[in-house]
C-alpha cells in the first residue's frame, strides 16, 4: 500500500530556488512568511495530508456524497470531521486577508499547501477551493457591508461558498445564462433559475452556504454585457450575523459521475417558493468582469489539482513497482532471479516521465505563483506591470497543459500496476477517473487555448510570447555552454524547443486574423507546444542550479544529481515533442475543418 508522502525536499527546492520564496517573503505584507514559518507550514500540511486526508481519498470514491430524502445532502464518512479540523487550523484562510480573519501568506506558500490537499484528497479540497473563488469575488467588487456581513465566516471556513455560473445551456458560453433577478426596491433582489454542476452546491460540513451566483436582471442588454453578480446564502443573515430563515433555493439533485464522487455536484432551483434573496456584488451588468478578477486564481487552482494528482499517482505506481515481482530484466546477469517490475527499461519510462512531468508542472505553477504575489505586492508600478503580463500569459498553460498532462500521468500509473490497476482497489484508477475533469471544469482545455492563441498571443502580436521566449533562450544558452554533458544536452533540446515555440508564435499571430478558423484549430496543440517548453525551460533552471550546488558541495547530493537526471530525461523524451507540435501548428492546413458536419 502507498501511503501519501509531501515531496518535501523537492517543494523546498522549487518554492525557494525556482520561484524565489525568499524574494516572494520581502513583498508588503508578506514578510510574515519567514524561511520558520514557512518550515512549520509546510511540515503541519504534509502531517495533515498524511494522516487525516489521504486515508479517506477511497472512503469518499466508495461512498460518495448522496442526497438524502428529506433534500439535505449527507457526505462521506470522516470528511465532515476532516472538514472541522481542516478550519480549526487555520487552512481555510491560510492565503486570505487578515481584515476578514486570513493569514495572509503568500500565494506561492499556499500552491504548495493547496498541492498536498490536491494530491492527498483532491474531492475534499474542492470545498475549500470553490469557498476560496467565493471569497475573491467578494472581496475585489463587493461592498464594505457585503464583506463585513460575509467574509469572516467565510474565511474561517465556518460557512462555505461555491460558484453558480452553469446552466443546462450555458456552459462554455456564459452569454446564454438566463437565471433571472429581480430587484425589490430595498437593495436585495429576488433570483430565479436553476443552475446545474455546482460543486459543493449543497452539503453538511457548514450551517451556512454562501452562493455566488450569475444572474440577469430585467432590463439588461443581451449577452455577456448583461450579466450580475449575486450573493445568495443557503440560510438568510441577520443583520447582527445570526442566522436567520431558510432562503429560497434547493438542492435538486446530485449528479452520478466518473470521478470526484466525495464532492457533491449539485443542481439548484432558485425561487420555486417565491424569490431567493440576493445581494449584488459591485454594479448590474459586470458580473462577468468581476468573474474574470477571480478566474486567474480559480484556473491556477485547477492547475495545481493536475501537479498533486500526477504526484500522487506517480508515488503509488513507483510504490507498486518495487513491491510487484514478474519476470527477469532484460539485461541483467544469466540466471538473476526474477525481481520486482522496477527493472524492466519500460517501467522506468514511465516512472520517468511520470515523476518528469509531476516535477515540470509543479515548477511552472510555482514560479507563475510567485509572479502572481509580485503582481499583487511588488511596490514598483512598472515590475508589477511586468509580473502581471507574464501571469495571465502562463495561466491557460498551468490550467491547461497540467491538468490534460496529469491525465496522461494518471493514466501511465494505471499501466504501471498492470491488470491491477484497472481494477479498483489499488487506488490507481481512482486517480485517472478523478483527473478526467479537471480538463473539464472552469474552462475546457479548448477554452484555455481560444484564450492563449487570442487574448495572450494574437492580442499583443505576440510581445509576451516574446519576452517569455527570450528568458526561455537565456537559460538554454547557459546549458547549452556548461561543462557537464548532461546540462549541454538538456541546453540544446531546450533550445529547439524555444525556436519551435517562437515559429508557431510567429506563425500563430497573422493567421488569427486572416485564418481564424485554421488557427482556432491548432490552438490546443499550440497550447501543448508552449507547455511542454516551459516544463523544459523550469527544469533546466533547476538542473543548472542543481549542477551549482554539487559544485559548492552545498545540498544533499542524491536529491540534486535526481534533478538533473529527471531534467535530462525530460530533455531527451518531451522536449523533442515540442518540434512536431510546430510543424502541426504551422503546417496546419484546413483538413480538420474540410468535412461538412454531416459527414460525421
Ligand atoms: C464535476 C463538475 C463540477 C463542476 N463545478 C462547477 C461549479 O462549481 N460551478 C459552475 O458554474 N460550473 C461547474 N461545472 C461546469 C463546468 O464548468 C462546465 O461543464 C464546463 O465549463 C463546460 O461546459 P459544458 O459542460 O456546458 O460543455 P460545453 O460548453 O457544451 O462544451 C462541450 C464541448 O465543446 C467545446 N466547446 C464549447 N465552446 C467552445 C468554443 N468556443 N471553442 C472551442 N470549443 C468549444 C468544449 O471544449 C467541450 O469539448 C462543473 C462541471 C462538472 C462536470
Not at 544558452?477 to 515559429?503: F, Q
Amino acid at each position: 500500500m502507498s501511503q501519501y508522502q509531501a515531496p518535501l525536499a523537492e517543494m523546498r527546492f522549487v518554492l525557494y530556488e525556482l520561484a524565489g520564496l525568499d524574494q516572494v517573503a520581502q513583498l508588503p505584507g508578506y514578510e510574515e512568511a519567514t524561511p520558520d514559518v514557512a518550515t512549520a507550514i509546510l511540515e503541519e500540511a504534509a502531517k495533515f495530508a498524511t494522516n487525516v486526508l489521504d486515508p479517506l481519498n477511497v472512503v469518499g470514491d466508495r461512498e460518495g456524497s448522496r442526497r438524502q430524502d428529506d433534500g439535505t445532502v449527507r457526505t462521506p464518512t470522516g470528511f465532515k470531521d476532516a472538514y472541522r479540523q481542516f478550519c480549526e487550523n487555520g487552512w481555510n484562510g491560510l492565503t486570505k486577508h487578515p481584515e476578514f480573519g486570513g493569514q495572509g501568506l503568500p500565494l506561492l506558500l499556499g500552491s504548495a499547501v493547496e498541492e498536498m490537499w490536491h494530491s492527498s484528497n483532491v474531492a475534499f479540497n474542492l470545498c475549500a477551493m470553490l469557498t476560496q473563488g467565493a471569497i475573491e469575488s467578494i472581496e475585489l467588487p463587493g461592498s464594505d457591508a457585503l464583506k463585513r456581513k460575509f467574509l469572516p465566516n467565510m474565511v474561517a471556513g465556518t460557512w462555505a461558498g461555491t460558484m453558480n455560473l452553469t446552466e443546462a445551456q450555458a456552459g462554455s458560453d456564459l452569454a446564454a445564462v438566463r437565471t433571472k433577478a429581480v430587484p425589490q426596491g430595498d437593495g436585495t433582489y429576488k433570483v430565479f433559475g436553476n443552475k446545474i454542476f455546482i460543486t459543493y452546491g449543497d452539503h453538511d460540513y457548514t450551517e451556512n452556504i454562501i452562493h455566488l451566483v450569475l444572474a440577469r436582471t430585467p432590463d439588461a442588454p443581451e449577452g455577456v454585457k448583461g450579466i450580475s453578480l449575486f450573493v445568495v446564502p443557503k440560510v438568510l443573515v441577520n443583520d447582527d450575523g445570526s442566522l436567520g430563515a431558510r432562503n429560497d433555493v434547493q438542492c435538486v439533485s446530485l449528479e452520478h459521475k466518473l470521478g470526484i464522487h466525495a464532492s457533491p455536484t449539485a443542481v439548484l432551483a432558485f425561487g420555486d417558493n417565491g424569490g431567493a434573496t440576493g445581494y449584488l456584488v459591485g454594479e448590474e451588468n459586470r458580473g462577468l468582469e468581476y468573474m474574470f478578477i477571480m478566474m486567474n486564481l480559480a484556473r491556477f487552482s485547477v492547475g495545481m489539482e493536475g501537479v498533486g494528482i500526477a504526484e500522487r499517482a506517480y508515488q503509488r505506481a513507483a510504490a507498486y513497482a518495487k513491491e510487484r515481482v514478474q519476470g527477469r530484466a532484460v539485461g541483467l546477469e544469466k540466471g538473476a532471479p526474477t525481481g520486482p517490475i522496477i527493472e524492466h527499461p519500460d517501467i522506468r519510462r514511465m516512472l520517468m516521465t511520470m515523476r518528469a512531468s509531476a516535477e515540470a508542472t509543479r515548477a511552472v505553477a510555482y514560479v507563475t505563483a510567485a509572479a502572481m504575489d509580485n503582481a499583487l505586492r511588488h511596490p514598483d508600478a512598472e515590475a508589477k506591470k511586468r509580473h502581471q503580463a507574464f501571469v495571465d500569459f502562463m495561466i491557460p498553460i498551468v490550467k491547461g497543459w497540467s491538468t490534460e498532462t496529469a491525465q496522461k500521468v494518471a493514466s501511465l500509473g494505471v499501466q504501471v500496476h498492470g491488470g491491477m490497476g484497472f481494477v479498483e482497489e489499488t487506488g490507481a484508477a481512482q486517480y485517472y477517473r478523478d483527473s478526467r475533469i479537471m480538463t473539464i471544469y472552469e474552462g475546457t482545455t479548448g477554452i484555455q487555448a481560444n484564450d492563449f492563441i487570442g487574448r495572450k498571443t494574437a492580442r499583443d502580436g505576440g510581445a509576451v510570447a516574446r519576452v517569455v521566449a527570450g528568458e526561455m533562450e537565456k537559460v538554454a544558452k547557459e546549458l547549452a555552454g556548461h561543462a557537464d554533458a548532461n546540462l549541454k544536452a538538456i541546453g540544446a533540446r531546450l533550445g529547439e524547443g524555444v525556436a519551435a515555440a517562437r515559429a508557431a508564435a510567429a506563425w500563430l499571430v497573422p493567421a488569427f486574423g486572416a485564418q481564424p478558423r485554421v488557427a482556432h484549430a491548432v490552438a490546443v496543440p499550440y497550447l501543448e507546444l508552449w507547455g511542454i517548453v516551459a516544463g523544459g525551460w523550469q527544469l533546466g533552471r533547476g538542473a543548472l542550479i542543481a549542477a551549482k550546488h554539487l559544485r559548492e558541495g552545498t545540498g544533499d547530493a542524491r536529491f540534486l544529481t535526481a534533478k538533473i537526471h529527471t531534467a535530462r530525461f525530460y530533455g531527451d523524451s518531451m522536449l523533442p515533442q515540442a518540434a512536431g507540435l510546430a510543424r502541426t501548428v504551422t503546417e496546419g492546413s484546413d483538413a480538420a475543418l474540410a468535412l461538412a458536419a454531416e459527414q460525421f
